[in-house]
């Protein structure tokens, strides 16, 4: 498998963290590691240059000629495909974009 560099801005990042801190609210510390560390493991799995997901079709994001992926049938990951990395834009509820 050949694989792209993976970088993750902050707002990706923050939102992953942000969902992770709910969770461990919630009562649930290893819950909340754990999708931290499945979250982030799917991002490099991104990296993989022989697949390429569709580009987005939500107005703001198209426009930024990015692509989305949804995650675990609750979020939406938005990144750029360039030919040596991929740039983890964006990460938010499925629900927002509905």
């Given at each position: 498998m050949v694989k792209r560099?993976?970088?993750?801005?902050?707002?990706?990042?923050?939102a992953v963290a942000e969902i992770a801190f709910f969770i461990?609210?919630?009562?649930m510390p290893q819950?909340?590691?754990?999708?931290?560390?499945?979250?982030?493991?799917?991002f490099e799995k991104l990296s993989n240059e022989l697949i390429e997901y569709r580009p987005?079709?939500?107005e703001?994001?198209?426009d930024l000629n990015y692509h989305c992926i949804t995650y675990k049938k609750k979020?939406?990951?938005?990144?750029?495909s360039q030919e040596k990395?991929?740039?983890?834009?964006?990460?938010v509820s499925a629900k927002i974009l509905k």
């Open positions: 560099k993976v970088t993750i801005l902050e707002p990706a990042a923050v461990e609210g919630k009562g819950t909340a590691k754990k999708f931290v560390q499945e979250t982030f493991s799917f987005c079709i939500y703001r994001w198209k979020y939406i990951v938005a990144y750029i990395e991929i740039i983890i834009c964006d990460f």
